[in-house]
């Protein structure tokens, strides 16, 4: 059985800073991709950061460019996002993703189709 869970999520204040952890069991892309997807109420889901696991490539969303970045740890099949210069607008729940199959790093992760997702954690992000 697939699982990715993910935990570090939590609430700070604007400019704070938090760690997301995302640990997989039962599978583990590689090559392939893990990441971060991200969805708060009324608004799509979209891509965060992603990180190719067969190597390090790596895409982030544009609203995150050079405040959060995507490391993996493959021996313990683990994805970390490092959250910094949090805003008011990064509130959100927070979904790790995985797949395996070509596109990952470009159109599925586009349209948001992989294979494999976790439960999701909240992130706050108060003013």
């Known amino acids: 059985q697939v699982q990715l869970v993910e935990s570090g999520g939590g609430s700070v204040q604007a400019g704070g800073s938090l760690r997301l952890s995302c640990r997989a069991s039962g599978y583990w892309p590689n090559p392939g991709c893990v990441g971060w997807f991200r969805q708060a109420p009324g608004k799509e889901r979209e891509g965060v950061a992603v990180?190719?696991?067969?190597?390090?490539?790596?895409y982030y969303g544009d609203s995150v460019k050079g405040r959060f970045t995507i490391s993996q740890d493959n021996a313990k099949n683990t994805v970390y996002l490092q959250m910094n210069s949090l805003k008011p607008e990064d509130t959100s729940m927070y979904y790790c993703?995985?797949?395996?199959?070509?596109?990952?790093?470009?159109?599925?992760?586009?349209?948001?189709?992989?294979?494999?997702w976790g439960q999701g954690t909240q992130v706050t992000v108060s003013p």
């Open positions: 993703a995985a797949d395996g199959r070509p596109g990952c790093l470009g159109w599925r992760l586009m349209r948001g189709e992989y294979d494999y």
């Open positions: 990180i190719y696991t067969g190597g390090d490539s790596t």
